[in-house]
């Protein structure tokens, strides 16, 4: 299991996630360094811990607005390996945007799409080494559209891999930040009990080693993993 440092982008700063309420995100204080701006913030993930990989979530992009590939360039350009969620448009310039400047891996959030056909449109565009899949909820209900026709996380989820879907991030988007354990601990045994070459990466609301410990027992792949990171609560020794 590896671990996956968070940077949320919002306003061209890396702000800290709480909760899921975006109106309330600020920009992040941090035990590693002063500056909010995504490329020193990354830089000291790396020098601390080591990392050379980060999972990037483009806020303003997934509201809507133009992606910042300018950031996602210069991280690239320093060596990282990038997972971007910068949202989906309807003619999906936003995930070939991606793809052009060399972000390795692409999210699609079930928040950000409009259906089940748009996610398969995606795995053709990109193919299942490079699209990433995730299961976005809050307080364990999927945020997904009408064209799912209410259907329930589980069933998302087979739904996905089905289509082909071959790696995927189950995220409750109410544990980010709170330092409340991660929930998604069940559905994340039943995927992998249920399909066991799913590559699966879930995150929100570790506290420590110990969840981190959870985690790899029930044969989680990568924890998505910020707050814990920035405020101590895990040191470079613990990670190892």
Known sequence: ???????????????????????????????????????????????????????????????????????FTQLLDRGFRLWVDAGIDAELSHTRWLAQVGVQNIVAGLESLNGPTQLQQLLDVHGPSKLIFSLDMKHGTPLAGSAWNGANAWQIAELAVQFGVGRMIVLDLAAVGVNQGTPTVDICVRLRTTFPSLEISTGGGIRNVDDLRQLQKVGVNQVLVASALHDGRLTPESVR
């Open 1 to 71: 299991m590896t671990i996956l440092p968070v940077l949320d982008l919002m306003n061209g700063v890396v702000v800290r996630g709480i909760g899921g309420v975006r109106r309330d995100y600020r920009p992040i204080v941090s035990q590693l360094t002063t500056s909010t701006e995504p490329l020193d913030v990354a830089q000291a993930l790396h020098d601390r811990f080591g990392f050379d990989a980060f999972y990037v979530a483009d806020l303003d992009a997934i509201a809507g607005r133009t992606p910042s590939l300018l950031i």
